[in-house]
Nanobody, 118 residues
């Protein structure tokens, strides 16, 4: 499966952005999908995850209550709605997918830059 993330940009603190992760080349509903982010000079960190059915979601503590992950299986797309953005949310955001029976995030898309100005 190939993934393509989009929707990043420059926003002021307190603003919102919605990222999209479009999948092709596979049955997207067979994968769990996650979002990760990497700030300059830092490691890549988990942000959010949604199960193949969309019934289960998980979030990093730093984004709980502000970010919402969702998926539209008909469009083979997963979204990350980001509200109340903070300067510390600035990073390159990546979407990734893993098979239902695997713990490995094997499939990665190119990132999309999110910059939050203070």
């Amino acid at each position: 499966v190939q993934l393509q993330a989009s929707g990043g940009g420059l926003v002021q603190a307190g603003g919102s952005l919605r990222l999209s992760c479009a999948a092709s080349g596979g049955t997207f509903s067979s994968y769990h999908v996650g979002w990760f982010r990497q700030a300059p000079g830092k490691e890549r960190y988990f942000v959010a995850q949604i199960s193949w059915s969309g019934g289960d979601t998980y979030y990093a503590d730093s984004v709980k209550g502000r970010f919402t992950i969702s998926r539209d299986s008909a469009k083979n797309t997963v979204y990350l709605q980001m509200n109340s953005l903070k300067p510390e949310d600035t990073a390159v955001y990546y979407c990734a997918a893993r098979r239902l029976t695997s713990a490995e995030w094997r499939y990665w898309g190119l990132g999309t830059q999110v910059t939050v100005s203070s």
